[in-house]
């Protein structure tokens, strides 16, 4: 069968991106092949398209880690699905070896999950990535819990939607940062208990100043390089400061902040959330912990915008303009 897919042969802009015809092909041992619906998009595969990824496309390369779809075939040994059912796919592979840009695509089955009830097509495609990675961090490693302060950079992203979200389930304090004003509203709607916006200077008197001068317990950031100065100046006693990506580029540059750090005895570590989904006990309560909240309401994606398959790079291009709050989600035809 012949799908369209979409790959780049070089490393680049969303320009890099093409439409090719494919042939699917039968799934192998322990694969499922899904109809894709939908598929939400992260900045992990604009970094990937780019070269800037943690692992380096092996060119020519597909992309596409997440995706809403109905299984259509299944190879050996799969259990638990059935042909015909909605399915999620979540980020769970090398897309040096699979990718749902496309109208069908080959997944390893362990990538694959039920959807959840009660939710649109386009919600299911925008769950497990954004999720999965905010639950790591504030419950998982931190263990947020009431009053406890959270510092969310990049807090548009659909990852930082999420950590507002969680923070607040948890009866911590969510600290949403940006860099202008124009997000300030959209941020204290989406649950932001506060807003604290970069441009007007005095980021960490502002952060001690809604902590009463306790700190941050936890600082979520996926930025990196000069902003972590920053954040060290704003963290709690015995806090941890998580970076879990580098839009800034400047990962090479990052450097551990030791004086604030012995002065007041926080850590600093680094995370992806390929931690939680490859330990299959750490995984499976933070499965039922997703499942819990979005069934009971104070988990909900947002979706900031959707794009036609037709208009990837277009999609490719919104996703990296900063301008969404929350995730961006592309549909098949």
């Known amino acids: ?30 694969e499922v092949c899904v109809r894709i619906e939908a ?32 299984v259509e075939a299944m190879g050996k040994g799969v259990s638990g699905l ?3 059912e909605p399915v999620c796919v979540m ?16 997944v390893p089955a362990f990538a694959v ?24 961090a504030i419950v998982d490693i931190c263990n947020i819990g009431s009053g406890d ?4 950079t990049a807090a548009s992203s659909s990852v930082g939607i999420a950590a507002i979200q969680i923070t607040n389930h948890l009866g911590g304090v969510s600290v949403a940062v940006t860099r202008t004003a124009a997000k300030e509203a959209a941020l204290r709607k989406a649950g932001a208990a506060h807003v604290v916006v970069l441009e007007r200077g005095a980021f960490e008197a502002e952060v001690l100043r809604i902590t009463e001068g306790r700190g941050a317990k936890l600082a979520f950031d996926p930025i990196g390089g000069p902003i972590v100065a920053s954040l060290a100046a704003a963290m709690a006693q015995r806090g941890m400061l998580i970076l879990y990506g580098n839009l800034s580029g400047q990962a090479q ?15 600093m570590r680094a995370y992806v959330v390929f931690e939680i989904i ?37 999609a490719h291009r919104y996703l990296e303009g900063n301008q969404q709050i929350g995730k961006v989600v592309v549909t098949a035809p």
């Open 1 to 30: 069968m012949i799908a369209k897919t979409v790959r780049f042969h070089e490393f680049g802009g969303p320009e890099v991106l093409r439409f090719e015809s494919l042939e699917v092909g039968e799934p192998g041992a322990g």
């Open 39 to 70: 598929i939400g998009l992260n900045r992990a595969e604009a970094a990937f398209r780019s070269g800037h990824y943690l692992e380096k496309a092996q060119l020519p390369a597909r992309i596409g880690y997440e995706a809403a779809g109905v």
């Open 82 to 84: 059935a042909v015909g």
């Open 91 to 106: 980020p769970a592979f090398s897309m040096n070896k699979y990718g749902v840009y496309a109208e069908r695509a080959i």
């Open 113 to 136: 999950l039920k959807r959840p009830t009660g939710l649109s097509t386009n919600e299911c495609a925008a769950i497990w990535m954004q999720y999965l990675t905010a639950y790591g």
């Open 149 to 152: 302060a959270v510092v969310i």
């Open 253 to 267: 540059n990052t450097v551990f902040p030791f004086v604030a750090s012995i002065t007041r005895g926080f850590s």
């Open 278 to 314: 490859h330990d299959p006990q750490r995984f499976e309560k933070a499965r039922g912990f997703i499942d819990g909240g979005l069934t009971a309401g104070w988990l909900k994606p947002i979706i900031a915008r959707t794009f036609p398959f037709s208009q990837i790079v277009e």
